[in-house]
Nanobody, 117 residues
Framework: QVQLVESGGGLVQPGGSRRLSCAAS????????MHWYRQAPGKERELVAS????????NYADSVKGRFTISRDNAKNTVYLQMNSLVPEDTAVYYC??????????WGQGTQVTVSS
């Protein structure tokens, strides 16, 4: 059974940091590119960051470049999103997604991040 389980969300003050984790099981994690998306209330889901299967290449949305870092540990079947210098506009539900070639992607259930004082 395929599972992607996000964790690490919560309430954080502006300027603060948070690390999200996404634990994968039930598929060959090391073959899959991994992505973090987010969806704020009333907005479309947007791609935040991506990392290739071996972790050699990363990409970021302009809105988070220089503040967020995506990484992965293939031995632990886990992908991370380190978020620094958080601002209220980062408030959203954060989802991880796994993609491989033409296969259907896998999605997690999401974790809420709220940036507020």
């Amino acid at each position: 059974q395929v599972q992607l389980v996000e964790s690490g969300g919560g309430l954080v003050q502006p300027g603060g940091s948070r690390r999200l984790s996404c634990a994968a099981s039930g598929f060959a994690f090391s073959r899959y590119a991994m992505h973090w998306y987010r969806q704020a209330p009333g907005k479309e889901r947007e791609l935040v960051a991506s990392i290739t299967s071996a972790g050699g290449t990363t990409n970021y949305a302009d809105s988070v470049k220089g503040r967020f870092t995506i990484s992965r540990d293939n031995a632990k079947n886990t992908v991370y999103l380190q978020m620094n210098s958080l601002v209220p506009e980062d408030t959203a539900v954060y989802y991880c997604k796994a993609t491989y070639s033409y296969y259907l992607p896998y999605w997690g259930q999401g974790t809420q991040v709220t940036v507020s004082s």
